[in-house]
DNA sequence: CGGATATTCACCCATGAGGGTGAATAAAGC
DNA sequence: GCTTTATTCACCCTCATGGGTGAATATCCG
């Protein structure tokens, strides 16, 4: 955790952003895949995928292996930490949120009950 | 949660991958402003700041309460809990592996002591 | 060596994003 | 009614993105 610089949060956050992205990612989630392999699921150019790709490589949620004329590419989940880290102090926020309307309701309630 | 559109998900990654929009959510978590204040704190224009305010709208992260000319705007985190849902997929694999690897590495150990 | 396979490089194109400015609209306030 | 204030609209510019194609590079295999 906070291993990254912040400037991967916003990549981590772009990266994630777009559904065939996120697709890979589910894609590499199953199994490590060549560029090959991820590119044939989806209907974009091997041109695409490989852009899109290295887009994910350079946010840090995906690792490239060459073997050979082989690229073996790996899901790498941990720059999600910081991400997580993030939405959960908002979400945080709106529980606590959440907890005083409910004592802002309690305490009416209990003002209307005592009059 | 589920409540949001699959499109939403691209829309709340997309918003908050912006540093100047997540600078917003900070300034909304401490109080409701109107554009007005919150565009003053950023060294860009007042206009540049009203268009970050749709992005956010738009991903439903930021709600508008229009009272005469003033516009009020409240942090909205909800649509977050989908993003949140999203990562802790991902990371629930990555600790799934890091468990495995502990069971290689432990099964391993005892290969090796057994010997 | 020569051909097939895997991947990227170098482009082109259209669109959107983020920044700006100046004018328009709408509501307060004197 | 006129002026000030709050916000948006309508543009402009530049750069990045997502899609494409064709060629280059690198490796494997017969």
Redesign the pocket.
């Known amino acids: 955790m906070g291993e990254y610089p912040a400037a991967t949060l916003d990549r981590v956050f772009?990266a994630v952003s777009?559904p065939?992205r996120r697709a890979i990612l589910a894609r590499l989630a199953e199994s490590d895949a060549?560029?090959?392999d991820v590119a044939s699921v989806f209907?974009?150019?091997?041109?695409?995928t490989?852009?899109?790709?290295?887009?994910l490589e350079r946010a840090g949620l995906v690792r490239?292996k060459v073997?050979?004329?082989?690229?073996i590419l790996s899901l790498e989940p941990s720059p999600l930490s910081d991400a997580a880290e993030w939405i959960e102090h908002y979400r945080k926020f709106w529980s606590d949120q959440l907890a005083s309307l409910d004592a802002f309701v309690t305490r009416r309630g209990n003002a209307e009950t005592a009059s």
Request: aromatic share 0%.
């Open positions: 772009s777009d065939t060549r560029v090959t209907p974009i150019s091997l041109n695409s490989s852009k899109h790709i290295r887009v490239r073997r050979g004329r082989e690229h």
